[in-house]
Structure formats: structure tokens, C-alpha cells
């Protein structure tokens, strides 16, 4: 399952837009738990906000990013995995 959406931040919240509505990345996570092998989230992260899975794993990056950075891997990508929490 992949997330190519705008991310923001406002507080502890990390969200993304689809066009409409601004909807919640945890919220998102929660949906599609378990549906697949692992969530990848192309959501910009500006405060390096933390996620949970129960069953699937999410990658996702720490920062604001590009396609460039992406490329350079300098992305920032971090990965949690369920039962075991984030590595490196």
C-alpha cells in the first residue's frame, strides 16, 4: 500500500490532504493495518512525528522530502515494525 499525498503537521498531528479534506496519517495506518505486508508513506514528515502498526509495516521518512532526496537516499526513511517498534 503506498500514501503519495501533501503532509503537514499541526501540534502532534500529521495529516494529509487529498484535494478536499485533510485527514490524519495514523488514521490512514489504522484503515489499511493488516490489508498489507507494509504501508509505504510518500508524506512529507517536517516534525519527524512517530506512527504504530498492529500488523503491517510502515516506512516512512523523518522530514520534509523530494524525489530527489529519494534518489540520493537522503530521504530519511525509517521503518516500524510491528511488535518490535522503529529500526534503524
Given at each position: 500500500?503506498?500514501?503519495?499525498?501533501h503532509?503537514n503537521?499541526?501540534k502532534?498531528?500529521?495529516?494529509?490532504?487529498?484535494?478536499?479534506?485533510?485527514l490524519s496519517?495514523?488514521?490512514f495506518i489504522?484503515?489499511y493495518?493488516g490489508?498489507?505486508?507494509?504501508?509505504l508513506?510518500?508524506v512529507c514528515?517536517?516534525?519527524?512525528?512517530e506512527i504504530?502498526?498492529r500488523?503491517s509495516?510502515?516506512?516512512h521518512s523523518?522530514?520534509?522530502?523530494?524525489?530527489l532526496?529519494?534518489?540520493r537516499r537522503?530521504?530519511?526513511l525509517?521503518?516500524?515494525?510491528?511488535?518490535?517498534?522503529?529500526r534503524?
Open positions: 500500500m503506498i500514501l503519495n499525498a503532509g503537521q499541526r502532534d498531528d500529521w495529516f494529509f490532504e487529498d484535494g478536499r479534506r485533510i496519517v495514523q488514521n489504522n484503515r493495518d490489508a498489507c505486508l507494509a504501508i508513506l510518500y514528515n517536517c516534525r519527524n512525528a504504530y502498526s500488523e509495516a510502515v516506512i523523518s522530514r520534509n522530502f523530494s524525489e532526496d529519494l534518489i537522503r530521504a530519511g525509517r521503518i516500524y515494525v510491528p511488535g518490535r517498534g522503529y534503524r
